[in-house]
C-alpha cells in the first residue's frame, strides 16, 4: 500500500502567489473596467539585450547542421559555459573557482530546493524571516526543524548569528523581499559559525548584480574561509531577463566540508545528485547563457539591471511621504511598513480597493514579515509611474 510523504500537509495551504492572483481576480471581476497596476510578483518585463538574442539564435543555428548538431549534452553543463562564468567570477569579483566547481542548472529556484536532498534530513535549517518561501517550504518537506532568524527594523533586516545550534544556514543576499544586504563583516560572522559548527550555508545570489554599492559583497566566496562552508546559488532570471529562458548555476567549492565528509565529498554528492536527477540545461539557452557572461552581454544586461533600478528609485521617491521604506538601493524590492500596524493581508485588499495597485503582503514571507509589503520594481516605467501615482492620490493612509 502506497502512503504519501506527509510532510506536504505540514505545509501552509495556498502558495502566496496563488492567493494574490486568487484576490486581484476577484477584484477585477466585481470592478470590470478597473484598471489594475501591478508591483507585485518579480517577474522580469523588459527584452533580452539584443547581443544575448544573437546567443540564443546561435544556438539555434548550430541545432540546423549535422557539423554542429548536439543532442544531450554534459548534466553539469558545457565547460565554455562553466568556465566563463569561473572568469567572471575572477575578473568581477576576484574570487578563483574551478569550472567544476560550478554546476549549470534550468534556474536558482530549482537548485535552492534541491540542495538540501544531499544532506542529512535531521539537520536543523535557519532560515532568514522573511525569506523566499522556497528555502521553508523544501525543508518542511523533507522533515526538518526550521529555524526562524528574524529580520527586523533593530537589525535592519539582516539578521544575527543564531543563538542555538543549527547545521545548514539559508542566507539571500540582497534579500528577497527586505532588499537588504549584509556587509562583509555581517556575513564574515556566518562564515566564522559555520566553520566553527561544521554547518553549511547556502547562499543565494540570485539578485546579486543588482548590488551597486562597492563596498558590499556580491559572492560570499568575497569572504575569507567561505569556500569551506558555503554553497552559492545564482540565476540568470534577474541578471539576464532568463525568468522564462531559464538558467541557472550552483557553485559547490572542494573545499567545502560536513560534519562527517572530507574536502571533495559535498560536490562530488551534488554531482552525483544533477547526473541522477537532471539532463542538463538547454543548449539553445547555454548559448545565449555564454553570451550573457561575456563583456557586451553584460554590459547590456547591466544597462536593464538600471532600469530596473531607476524603477525602484521612482518607487521609494513616490512612497516616502506614506510610508516608511527600505530596501529598494542594492535591491529590486523595496520592503515598505504598513500604516498603523495594519495587518499585511488587510493592508493588500486597501491597496488593491483604493489605488487598485497589487503589492506582495509581507507575511506571504514569514512571520516577521507581517506588518510590511514588498514592493518589485521590476515593471514597466510607465506601469511604475501610473501606478506610484495612483497610490499617492488614492491611497488614504
Ligand atoms: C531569492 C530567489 N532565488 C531564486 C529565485 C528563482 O530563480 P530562477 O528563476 O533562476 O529559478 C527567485 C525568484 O524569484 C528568488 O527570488
Not at 547562499?203 to 574561509?225: C, Q, R, V
Not at 521617491?317 to 511598513?337: I, N, S, T
Not at 495597485?357 to 512571520?367: C, E, K, L, N, R
Not at 507581517?370 to 516605467?381: I, L, M, P, T
Request: a neutral charge; hydrophobic letters at 35%.
Amino acid at each position: 500500500m502506497a502512503t504519501i510523504n506527509s510532510n506536504y500537509n505540514k505545509l501552509k495551504a495556498g502558495y502566496l502567489f496563488p492567493e494574490i492572483a486568487r484576490r486581484t481576480k476577484e477584484f477585477q471581476e466585481k470592478n470590470p473596467g478597473v484598471e489594475i497596476m501591478r508591483l507585485g510578483i518579480g517577474n522580469t518585463t523588459e527584452p533580452l539585450a539584443p547581443h544575448v538574442i544573437e546567443g540564443l539564435h546561435r544556438g539555434v543555428d548550430k541545432l540546423a547542421k549535422v557539423e554542429t548538431y548536439t543532442g544531450y549534452g554534459d548534466e553539469q553543463g558545457n565547460t565554455s559555459l562553466r568556465k566563463a562564468i569561473a572568469e567572471a567570477y575572477k575578473s568581477r569579483l576576484n574570487v578563483t573557482l574551478e569550472p567544476t566547481e560550478i554546476f549549470i542548472s534550468d534556474g536558482a529556484k530549482c537548485d535552492s530546493a534541491n540542495i538540501q536532498t544531499i544532506f542529512g534530513t535531521n539537520n536543523i535549517v535557519a532560515v532568514q524571516d522573511p525569506a523566499y518561501p522556497v528555502y521553508v517550504d523544501t525543508n518542511i518537506i523533507a522533515g526538518r526543524e526550521i529555524v526562524y532568524m528574524p529580520c527586523n527594523e533593530k537589525n535592519y533586516f539582516f539578521p544575527e548569528i543564531p543563538s542555538v545550534k543549527v547545521d545548514l544556514i539559508y542566507l539571500c543576499s540582497p534579500n528577497n523581499p527586505t532588499g537588504a544586504v549584509p556587509t562583509r563583516q555581517e556575513l564574515y560572522e556566518f562564515v566564522k559559525y559555520a566553520k566553527q559548527n561544521k554547518a553549511v550555508i547556502i547562499f543565494d545570489a540570485a539578485y546579486s548584480e543588482y548590488i551597486s554599492n562597492p563596498s558590499l559583497p556580491k559572492s560570499i566566496y568575497e569572504i575569507d574561509g567561505a569556500k569551506e562552508c558555503a554553497i552559492e546559488v545564482n540565476s540568470f532570471s534577474k541578471s539576464a531577463g532568463f525568468t522564462g529562458v531559464r538558467l541557472g548555476f550552483t557553485i559547490v567549492p572542494y573545499a567545502l566540508v560536513a560534519e562527517d565528509t572530507t574536502a571533495g565529498r559535498v560536490n562530488q554528492m551534488w554531482n552525483r545528485r544533477q547526473t541522477t536527477f537532471f539532463n542538463g540545461a538547454s543548449n539553445i539557452v547555454q548559448e545565449g547563457g555564454l553570451s550573457a557572461m561575456d563583456a557586451t552581454g553584460y554590459v547590456q544586461n547591466m544597462d536593464t539591471v538600471r532600469y530596473y533600478m531607476e524603477n525602484a528609485r521612482i518607487i521609494r521617491h513616490g512612497l516616502m511621504d506614506k510610508f516608511v521604506v527600505y530596501g529598494g538601493k542594492d535591491a529590486p524590492f523595496l520592503w515598505v511598513k504598513t500604516p498603523n500596524g495594519m495587518d499585511s493581508w488587510k493592508f493588500f485588499d486597501k491597496m488593491l480597493e483604493e489605488a487598485h495597485v497589487v503589492i506582495t503582503p509581507g507575511s506571504g514571507f514569514g512571520p516577521s514579515g507581517e506588518g510590511f509589503f514588498r514592493v518589485s520594481a521590476f515593471g514597466h516605467r510607465s506601469n511604475v509611474e501610473k501606478a506610484v501615482v495612483s497610490i499617492q492620490k488614492n491611497l488614504r493612509v
